[in-house]
């Protein structure tokens, strides 16, 4: 039940906006958005790591075709649910300062999304699965397009394009499963779409070799993986700073989740089949990703590519299917969640103050605004994975999963941890150290404001970093089951 | 039964009514008809089959449904005539009571047991539709239109009629299941070739009533002329009846294998040429009105999908798929007409730059006109996500995997057109013929909120009426 409340509360919250005007509604949305958090909190207090599939709720939806509105939580879900709901107050936070227009719809549109976002990693009904991917894909639309910049309705016209002939993808292999189905143990329908009977039917080494990539074109589009990334840097820059973070910080998650929950599991011959082929692209992707990145004159854009770069070290764990790898996903869809919407949000700061994005133009930030500098620095030293921080977790699991799976492309997908001290250092050393420039001579340092929403994430870098083994702790059953899923057949 | 009556007694009461000269009154009286009909319609539900005129009408749960659907449409249609009562429209009347005549046709459409009755159904909607399409009398455009449809329509009704006679003339019989008899035990083989003509003949006449292609060829121009109003009774009301006359009229009567083996394949065919000519020839619109006629085309694409994977019995997935489908697809495109009549007629323009910066200046405008265009894309959340999932999935049942890769991919390409409104009303800003507020009443309202609401209802609660065949 307290699943459902976690998926309705944002959506009562998002309609009940329409009754606040301006500030007000800035307030109510982060109020409602903190409940949302408390309510996650609270779940994961409760959870117990010994049981899959808490706070389960199933109820007939579409009767007729045996589709079920079944939700749940099992240890994996929970860590996203607590990513999702923890950045959604901060972003909204992080947007306090700025001036937008029709404030309600905007706030309004965010919780509509983390209902959606909430749905797609607590479903446990491969419909209502489609269903919440599609829900958290709209808002993300309307919050880039009618929000962001200059070229706006081209790329996010793009972005959803490309996202939707993905999902429709899956969509496609979601129905064909379906029918391979046979009725739930309850009710009249012919067949089911629930996440248990997907796991066990009996498709033959060829069915699955297709539909590996009906079910997969949707996920690697979300990731986004090399080469489905092109819609990714235009994207995240074009998008105002909020979208941007929802998209880098919780939305590419989407994609791995639904590899670990959606297609191992379902069809792991597939997996094994074009397990190299994912991995060789994965790799493309960091390296590609981490070069580009080194080449970029725009911070934002900088960014951009490099979180394409870590994404495929993700996608790299989790198709390496060892239990080190997909611990490290999840522990890294975590922490890079937290970095990548730090780093956005300081990008945007920057870009508030001086108007410019560009890394030429800017310069000697350090002596204007210490305290930024050394929160820049701390998050810019999570995504490089210091030891200590977050990232290195995550990154150290991910790459020993690579390894264990190859120890040749382990050694060139490490090179990514060279690559991304390379670009980020650069930058750094280039915006916040060295000249002044014309367009930082009036800097200030970060108000009250926005350091408490830099706080949080700073405390979970070090957290994460010094005590991985709480949030592991958490993951490790259900990786453990999904990989017995993948092994059993 | 009630609804025919009812209707058509209504219809002449409200040509009475026309001699108040008072335009006021007519709106109210004409909605207060309709929901009366689609109150009295919902008696004859789960009462069985009941047979009138020597069973030449069969009212049962299938002509229910259907009979909903279209009176429902048409209610919900109606307060998008405002500007008609508004502006002192000297014949609001006749035009009320000929869409309640058409309406007699559409119920006898969806009701039929015998081929006269189809005949006599598909005429009473279409004479109706051919005058209401020249209604606009001194636009050059709107006579082009009327004449444009009124020739091929009769030219059509000629070949369907043709096509009758030949399958009298090979069965001795005009009622559906006398024919679906002789179709399966034919006395005489040679008779054969003559019913497979005749019917693949009332296959050419249906599918130019639901604009299916290669008969498509009209409804763009047909549209365009067509006041607004009028264009979306034509293209939703006329589209559902005419598939549930379609899907009767090939489960009931030609069920049999060896027929099957001749016009299945032609429904096919028909079925990919349209999604392709539908799907493709609305990309490349600059009118929004003729975008929604080429999507209306398209659209009975999905449907013909519906037909070719029946089951052999009106209560299987398809009918059922084909019936939300139908509702979904009315209520959206209500919709999407609605606010479209509602700008054309203040900015005076029909093109994708009329909707700019609409977000702005009509905020509810646009949500409807965003959710009706996520609906017709079969975007979840809404009514036709589920109506195209039905269909698709009943097509898979039955082996049509090609046809459904093929849907889905003109499904993909319908994405680009049907966002370029939503592009252009919340991404593009107002220029100096469109910063003006769209003047919209709250009756007007209250019908725009209440057509979202429905899609979206039928979008997340799709079980309420998804299995009710």
């Known amino acids: 039940m307290l699943t459902v409340i976690l998926l309705l509360w944002p959506v009562a919250a998002a309609l009940l906006l329409h009754f606040f005007k301006g500030g007000a509604a800035r307030v109510a949305a982060f109020g409602a958005a903190l409940v949302e958090f408390v309510l996650a909190v609270y779940a994961a207090l409760t959870f117990n790591v010994n049981h899959s599939g808490q706070f389960s709720f199933n109820h007939e939806w579409i009767a007729s075709a045996g589709i079920n509105f079944h939700v749940g939580m099992d240890g994996l879900s929970l860590l996203l649910v607590l990513l999702t709901t923890f950045l959604v107050p901060i972003i909204l936070l992080a947007s306090y300062r700025r001036n937008i227009e029709n404030e309600s719809v905007f706030y309004a549109l965010v919780l509509f999304m983390e209902t959606g976002l909430v749905g797609v990693f607590t479903a446990q009904d491969a419909f209502l699965f489609y269903f919440m991917w599609e829900v958290a894909l709209i808002p993300i639309y309307f919050l880039a397009g009618v929000w962001g910049g200059e070229n706006r309705a081209k790329v996010t016209f793009k972005f959803f394009l490309y996202t939707i002939v993905g999902s429709l993808f899956m969509l496609a292999g979601f129905v064909y499963l379906y029918f391979q189905t046979g009725p739930a143990a309850s009710g009249l329908a012919a067949h089911n779409s629930d996440i248990a009977s997907f796991y ?167 002596r204007q605004a210490p305290v930024l500098t050394v929160c820049f620095l701390v998050l810019l030293l999570g995504t490089v994975a210091l030891p200590l921080t977050n990232g290195f977790v995550g990154e150290f699991l991910l790459l020993a999963g690579v390894y264990e799976y190859n120890a040749w492309m382990g050694a060139v997908a490490g090179v990514t941890i060279i690559l991304a001290a390379v670009y980020l250092l650069r930058m750094f050393q280039r915006v916040m150290l060295g000249p002044d420039s014309s367009f930082t001579a009036t800097f200030t340092d970060l108000t009250g404001a926005e350091l408490a929403v830099l706080a949080p994430l700073i405390v979970l870098v070090f957290w994460i970093g010094l005590f991985p083994n709480m949030f592991l702790h958490l993951s490790e059953g259900s990786v453990m089951n999904i990989l017995n899923e993948v092994v059993k057949r | 039964m009630n609804s025919i009556i009812l209707l058509s007694v209504l219809g002449l009461g409200n040509l009475f009514l026309g001699f108040l000269r008072s335009n006021r009154l007519l709106l109210p009286a004409a909605m207060l008809m309709l929901a009366l009909v689609f109150g009295i319609n919902l008696i004859d539900w789960n009462e069985g089959a009941q047979p009138f005129f020597n069973d030449m009408l069969v009212i049962d749960n299938f002509s229910v449904a259907f009979t909903g659907v279209v009176v429902l449409t048409t209610f919900l249609l109606l307060p998008f005539s405002q500007k008609y009562v508004r502006d002192g429209q000297a014949n609001l009347a006749e035009y009320y009571s000929l869409l309640l005549f058409s309406l007699v046709g559409a119920v006898m459409m969806v009701a039929y047991n015998h081929l006269l009755m189809l005949f006599v159904g598909i005429e009473t909607l279409s004479i109706a539709m051919y005058v209401l399409a020249g209604s606009d009398k001194r636009n050059l455009r709107s006579n082009e239109a009327a004449l444009k449809y009124f020739l091929m329509g009769s030219f059509t009704t000629g070949i369907l009629l043709f096509g009758i006679a030949l399958v009298y003339g090979a069965t001795g019989t005009f009622q559906l299941s006398q024919i679906s008899f002789a179709v399966q035990n034919p006395i005489n083989d040679s008779l054969q070739p003559m019913l497979y003509i005749g019917m693949l003949l009332m296959l050419v006449g249906m599918g130019f009533k639901v604009s299916a292609a290669p008969f498509h060829f009209w409804t763009p121009d047909v549209y365009e002329g067509t006041p607004t109003f009028f264009a979306a009774f034509m293209s939703t009301v006329v589209k559902a009846a005419g598939f549930a006359a379609f899907l009767k009229l090939m489960v009931q009567v030609f069920p049999a294998a060896s027929a099957q083996g001749v016009w299945l394949p032609t429904l096919t065919a028909m079925c990919a040429l349209t999604l392709l000519i539908g799907n493709v020839g609305a990309v490349a619109q600059t009118s929004v009105k003729r975008m929604l006629a080429y999507s209306s085309v398209s659209h009975a694409g999905y449907l013909l999908i519906g037909l070719v994977a029946f089951n052999g019995q009106l209560e299987g997935a398809s009918a059922n798929g084909i019936f939300f489908y139908s509702l979904a697809y009315s209520v959206a495109t209500v919709a999407a007409f609605g606010v479209l009549k509602l700008v054309a007629d203040q900015r005076q323009r029909e093109d994708y730059n009329g909707l700019n910066g609409l977000a702005k200046t009509n905020p509810l405008l646009a949500f409807v006109m965003t959710v009706a265009m996520l609906s017709l894309a079969g975007i979840p959340l809404t009514g036709g996500f589920f109506g195209k999932f039905f269909i698709f999935s009943a097509a898979v049942e039955n082996g049509y995997i090609g046809l459904v890769v093929f849907a889905v991919v003109m499904s993909m390409v319908s994405i680009y057109y049907y966002l370029r409104p939503i592009i252009a009303m919340y991404m593009r800003n107002t220029d100096v013929t469109t910063d003006e507020p769209i003047h919209v009443t709250s009756f007007q309202s209250a019908a725009l909120f209440l057509l979202a609401l429905l899609t979206m209802v039928l979008g997340v609660l799709p079980g309420l009426l998804s299995g009710i065949l």
Request: glycine share 8%.
């Open chain 1, 200 to 366: 066990n039917l009996n498709l033959s080494v060829q069915e699955q070799s297709w539909l590996f990539w009906l079910i997969f074109a949707a996920f690697a589009v979300k990731m986004p993986i090399f080469p489905f990334h092109t819609w990714q840097p235009d994207t995240y820059t074009e998008s105002p700073a909020p979208a941007t973070m929802l998209l880098s910080g919780i939305m590419l998650k989407m994609g791995i989740y639904g590899c670990m929950r959606w297609l191992l599991p379902v069809v792991p011959s597939g997996v094994s089949q074009w397990q190299n082929l994912v991995l060789i692209l994965a790799i493309i992707g960091i390296i590609y990703g981490a070069i580009i990145a080194i080449r970029q004159q725009d911070v934002k854009r900088l960014i951009a590519y490099s979180s394409l770069s870590h994404v495929g070290l993700m996608a790299a764990g989790v198709f390496s299917l060892t239990q080190i790898g997909l611990q490290g996903a999840s522990i890294q869809m975590l922490a890079h969640g937290i970095n990548v919407v730090g780093m956005f949000f300081i990008a945007d700061a920057i870009e508030r103050r001086t108007g410019t994005r560009a890394i030429a133009n800017l310069g000697g930030l350090t």
